[in-house]
């Protein structure tokens, strides 16, 4: 009888690490921005993110032992992790069946319709997330405000976003300064004092998982920093270029999904580049397209955008740079 060699989707790495564990410190690392996003929106993000996370379960579940007929591997925590992404881009007050049928989109278009973990092309919970933007563009849009809503969820008051004030701004020919008044300062931005999905509004609760996921080894720095530091260089050259319609890069860098994205949904095993060179390019690109959007584009935001885009990239990038065989001859001049 032959034996057969059963290879596994890319990545390949060598590492003691398991499935299990990864996942596993990706959610330790999400427990700080939870923990802002409770004490900021409160009653709504408790309601979004379980409603999340127990559907993203079931679905995964139904449909490998139902549909697929598969072993069922929701032990493995990935859509756990699906679950709790998708949460945190959602707005706090949306309603619960819009969450189940972006869960639901998020497993079973996002992910099992490629063969499950390892197969998918793109980041499921961004898929999810443009899908119930795309469908349900009003309530996706409706942002509850910070603190004075965390009683509430489908009854909470609800503003723009910083971006949003932004864009709106620039649409009225307003001038810039005079409606930065109208927004947190910097300090407030770091620290999660403003309106928007319940997992982007800390950039300093972003930045200490990303520091557990690079102790643990679970990420690497590049797609993360590289993202940033794009969007940081092109919104300071238009910053530079007319200070009166475009905002600071800094201010670019603490609203939004930015930090959210280049942290957790760009730095997917299964979506991102394998190489280091591919990851630069890559992230260069989510960060050129995220500032195009926000700029020049209909949306406020377009970080979610953005990473669809490059994930389909990414089997180009594989193919076209690679690292050097071993034992490949070098040749000399």
Not at 178 to 206: K, Y
């Amino acid at each position: 009888m032959s034996r057969l060699l059963t290879v596994s989707p890319s990545p390949h790495i060598a590492s003691d690490q398991s499935v299990e564990k990864l996942m596993q410190g990706v959610v330790i690392s999400l427990i700080p921005a939870f923990l802002v996003t409770l004490y900021v929106f409160g009653l709504g993000a408790l309601i979004i993110t379980t409603i999340s996370v127990i559907t993203c379960v079931l679905a995964e579940l139904t449909i490998q032992k139902y549909m697929m007929k598969t072993e069922v591997r929701i032990h493995d925590g990935s859509a756990i992790v699906t679950g709790l992404l998708l949460a945190f881009n959602l707005p706090s007050n949306l309603p619960w069946w819009m969450v189940v049928l972006g869960a639901v989109f998020a497993i079973g278009i996002g992910k099992m319709t490629y063969g499950g973990l390892g197969n998918n092309p793109f980041n499921p919970a961004l898929v999810g997330r443009v899908f119930l933007l795309i469908s349900f563009p009003v309530q996706m849009t409706s942002w509850p405000l910070p603190v004075e809503s965390r009683m509430q969820y489908l009854d909470a008051a609800t503003g723009a976003t910083p971006l949003g004030i932004l864009k709106e701004a620039v649409r009225n020919g307003e001038s810039l300064p005079d409606v930065m008044n109208q927004i947190p300062d910097h300090m407030q931005l770091f620290l999660g004092q403003m309106g928007g999905s319940l997992g982007e509004i800390s950039a300093l609760a972003l930045v200490l998982g990303f520091f557990w996921l690079l102790y643990k080894r679970i990420l690497t720095w590049h797609i993360p920093v590289f993202t940033v530091a794009t969007v940081f260089v092109f919104t300071g050259i238009l910053w530079l270029a007319n200070p009166d319609k475009n905002a600071t890069p800094l201010f670019h860098i603490l609203t939004g999904g930015l930090m959210l994205g280049a942290i957790y949904m760009a730095t997917d095993l299964v979506t991102s580049p394998m190489t280091k060179t591919g990851m630069i390019i890559y992230a260069a690109g989510i960060g050129i397209i995220t500032v195009v959007i926000r700029v020049f584009g209909a949306y406020p935001e377009g970080v979610s955008f953005a990473i669809l885009i490059m994930n389909a990239f990414v089997p180009l990038i594989n193919k076209y740079i690679k690292p050097k065989r071993f034992g490949e001859e070098v040749k000399h001049g």
